[in-house]
């Protein structure tokens, strides 16, 4: 089985050709100019922007969250196969499986309970906030009575294990280590469910004053908080590609009740870039309808930067009277849909949002303060990459100051020199992070050994793209005259992967980590256009078990006089 990678990522992602190779904004990553790649001589993908790369499995096991077997599992089926029963190691498959299979049946626990007489304080609580038993279904809400092994007497006797269940954070092990203790007591239930409609998480609103309010299910195999939205299973379904970011549960479930079902929410932190582009796969357009106290105002300032990076059109709706949209709609009893509908229409984008606060701080009428506002006005507009935009919003600036709009265009443009210069000056630093090794968490040894990874790199780039130099350079250089680790044994998986006729990465996915395996593009694409000749690889083999030889100075001290004759001797031979 061969699936496409390119006909794959079309449906996550636009993309475009660019001579042999397609090209598009990278899913992994908040970015506007495209630095996702497709290669598709030999179907793998690098984005130059985040480092991730892969093939077409890795591709699938990222952006769906999936392990290896999970993975080629979902592309079989896609492709209408049916999966060869090999011998995988599908422990980890297995386990997530476990895992959605107990969260589904601790939420129909957690339903029951909620309209029984252990679950009356919460569905009181639900009634008190306006909803209906159509909305608490639709959501499927419930309630975790205030008992510490109700779920897990009640999970076990479906059969499920201690370690499953403890894998999936539904409980958690005691103090004493003999025992386990539920996660969730004594609070409303809200399951949290993917796109593909299983249940990952719960978040729980405690009954009493106890901190904290809100509990949501840690990481876990099958979940990742930063990467994901409650309420996108619902709001994917809707065909207007626009969607309401709001700060909790509540929110997006009173919004949906009235009649916005493309409402969502992040699950306890702050908004991260993997949930902005986790949102433009499935909207071009972001509402942010956070609280108007203070600190919602933070999160939106600090929300509009994430998502514009993301590519995101952005409006900002204001609640009036500093209410949040939950307490908004229910004072508005029958009429609240349409009054909300109406704060929709009025929302404006992000770049009028944020003069409009800059604007707040100052007394217009006052000279030195019109003169401040426009100084901030004109920063904030720096940021702008769209001319169009900049325009518009200087002619406005300029009705408002009364300043000439080309002088306005002028600091414009200064600020923005600047700001590409900060921008350059980041890429270089960058860049050598990259070349020294300094942020190498995959091959630590890149730092203190520069130039021997780097031809390492260079080496087992050239064999990964043409396979057949490999008997030439495998008679000069072993995998053990290598000089990092790491290097050293992809350099010797790859020989063997090609000594025994396969491509040398095409179940990398099975054998290495994510990390690893963007890790390991990166290498690959480093010479994927490049010329091989017989002089470029000897070179780099040469520089190799230069590398190899050299001896540190704490080896040296240690070196017996016979040693370091011998050493000696042989440096001699290498010069002559």
């Known amino acids: 089985m061969r699936s496409d990678l390119t006909e794959v990522a079309s449906t996550y992602m636009s993309l475009k050709r660019r001579g042999r190779n397609m090209v598009g904004l990278c899913p992994f990553h908040g970015e506007k100019t495209p630095s996702f790649n497709i290669y598709t001589e030999n179907n793998s993908f690098y984005c130059f922007g985040c480092g991730a790369g892969g093939d077409v499995i890795t591709f699938i096991m990222k952006i769906e969250n999936l392990d290896y077997i999970e993975a080629v599992r979902f592309l079989a089926q896609r492709a209408g196969l049916s999966m060869p029963e090999n011998n995988y190691d599908d422990s980890m498959m297995q386990l997530r499986k476990r895992i959605y299979e107990a969260n589904r049946s601790a939420a129909r626990f957690f339903h029951n309970v909620l309209y029984s007489n252990e679950g009356r304080a919460g569905l009181e609580y639900l009634y008190s906030r306006g909803l209906t038993d159509k909305t608490i279904r639709h959501f499927g809400l419930g309630f975790a009575p205030d008992n510490r092994f109700a779920l897990s007497n009640f999970l076990r006797d479906k059969g499920y294990r201690e370690n499953e269940l403890v894998q999936a954070n539904l409980v958690y092990k005691n103090k004493s280590g003999k025992g386990t203790n539920d996660r969730f007591y004594n609070r ?28 949501n299910t840690s990481d876990t195999p099958v979940f990742k908080k930063s990467g994901n939205l409650f309420s996108l299973n619902n709001a994917k379904k809707t065909t207007d590609r626009t969607l309401i970011l709001c700060e909790g ?64 059109n952005i409006r900002i709706l204001t609640v009036p009277q500093g209410k949040d949209p939950d307490e908004f709609i229910r004072k508005q009893g029958s009429n609240g849909g349409a009054a909300f509908y109406n704060l929709v229409k009025d929302s404006k984008n992000d770049v009028e949002y944020r003069l409009n606060k800059i604007k707040s701080k100052y007394n217009m009428k006052v000279a030195d303060q019109r003169v401040r506002y426009l100084n901030e006005a004109i920063k904030s507009l720096s940021s702008l990459e769209d001319d169009i935009e900049q325009q518009i919003y200087a002619s ?32 270089q630093r960058q860049m050598y992070a990259d070349l020294s090794g300094r942020d190498d968490k995959i091959n630590p040894q890149h730092r203190s050994e520069p130039k021997a990874t780097n031809a390492e790199e260079m080496l087992i780039s050239l064999v990964i793209n043409h396979p057949d130099i490999a008997s030439y350079v495998y008679d000069k250089i072993t995998e053990k005259s290598f000089v990092t680790d790491f290097n050293m044994k992809l350099y010797g998986y790859i020989m063997d992967r090609i000594e025994r006729g396969y491509e040398p990465l095409t179940s990398a996915g099975e054998d290495f980590t994510q990390d690893e395996i963007s890790k390991i593009y990166g290498i690959a694409h480093r010479t994927i ?7 470029l690889v000897d070179e780099y083999i040469k520089i ?8 540190n100075k704490e080896d040296f001290k240690s070196l017996t006089p016979e040693e370091m004759r011998e050493f000696i001797k042989k440096q001699r031979e290498r010069r002559e």
Do not use: H, W
């Open 544 to 551: 190799i078990l230069q590398e190899k030889n050299k001896v």
């Open 249 to 312: 549960y509540m929110d997006v479930i009173a919004v949906n009740q009235a009649g916005f079902e493309n409402a969502v929410a992040t699950l306890g932190t702050a908004l991260t870039s993997e949930q902005a582009v986790l949102m433009k796969r499935f909207a071009d357009d972001v509402i942010i309808c956070y609280d108007a106290d203070e600190a919602g105002q933070k999160a939106t300032q600090r929300a509009i930067d994430i998502l514009r990076k993301a590519g995101l």
């Open 396 to 427: 406005k600036l300029a009705d408002e100051t009364g300043v000439q709009k080309e002088s306005i265009l002028s600091s414009l443009r200064s600020f923005r020199r600047k700001n590409e210069r900060n921008q350059e000056k980041k890429i």
């Open 188 to 215: 409303v239930m809200f399951p949290i469910i993917d796109v593909r409609g299983n249940v990952i998480a719960f978040g729980g609103r405690i009954m009493t004053d106890q901190k904290p309010k809100y509990l």
């Open 529 to 535: 256009t490049a010329k091989v000749s017989k002089e």
